[in-house]
T-cell receptor, first 115, second 113 residues
């Protein structure tokens, strides 16, 4: 079945450092790809998405490009802030029956940014 | 966008008991889902809650253990039955509207002793 693999955490960086969180996927067909973020004590929030090959999703300074040739969707940010400390989940959409979709998540990467 | 609330936010339960988790959306949605996030692990879909019919369960999850109700377009419940310590997890409700992505509730943190 479809699956998502993320780089293992935790990841600790200093403020203003460059961030990359790797994500690769295995899928049949052409799923949409997502990054969700879970801030401490809060629920999951959609950070960005891409729906087809070579699409770039971006939000809040984060970017990820849908790379079909390498089956990857790596998350990047040029200069992280303390407020970016959270757990980040890569996910893909998988088809259920009757046109419905479910999300398949990676294992999550905990990011801590130190001032 | 719509907001999901869950009750309770957390609970500590004894083994062998059952807990019902409520999920309320502040506007009508087409689809509602229940996920489990075991400690240190990712989210796994338990089932899709269907309005007016039985829920659709994923492989490894059964109705006797996780009965689900969805009486209308804004509300669903998940019951964790006959609990054991292995059921200690965060349970998340999510919902979806047409042409929008899934959005999630804050989760219910369950500890079973």
């Amino acid at each position: 079945g479809n699956s998502v693999t993320q780089m293992e955490g935790p990841v600790t960086l200093s403020e203003e450092a460059f961030l990359t969180i790797n994500c690769t996927y295995t899928a049949t067909g052409y799923p949409s790809l997502f990054w969700y973020v879970q801030y401490p004590g809060e629920g999951l929030q959609l950070l960005l998405k891409a729906t087809k090959a070579d699409d770039k999703g971006s939000n809040k300074g984060f970017e990820a490009t849908y790379r079909k040739e390498t089956t990857s969707f790596h998350l990047e940010k040029g200069s992280v802030q303390v407020s970016d400390s959270a757990v980040y989940f890569c996910a893909l959409s998988d088809q259920l029956g009757r046109g419905a979709q479910k999300l398949v998540f990676g294992q999550g990467t905990r990011l801590t940014i130190n001032p | 966008s719509a907001v999901i609330s869950q009750k309770p936010s957390r609970d500590i339960c004894q083994r062998g008991t059952s807990l019902t988790i409520q999920c309320q959306v502040d506007s009508q949605v087409t689809m509602m889902f229940w996920y489990r996030q075991q400690p240190g692990q990712s989210l796994t879909l338990i089932a899709t809650a269907n309005q007016g019919s039985e829920a659709t369960y994923e492989s490894g999850f059964v109705i006797d253990k996780f009965p689900i109700s969805r009486p209308n377009l804004t509300f669903s419940t998940l019951t964790v039955s006959n609990m054991s310590p292995e059921d200690s997890s965060i349970y998340l409700c999510s919902a979806k509207k047409p042409r929008q992505e899934q959005f999630f509730g804050p989760g219910t943190r369950l500890t079973v002793l």
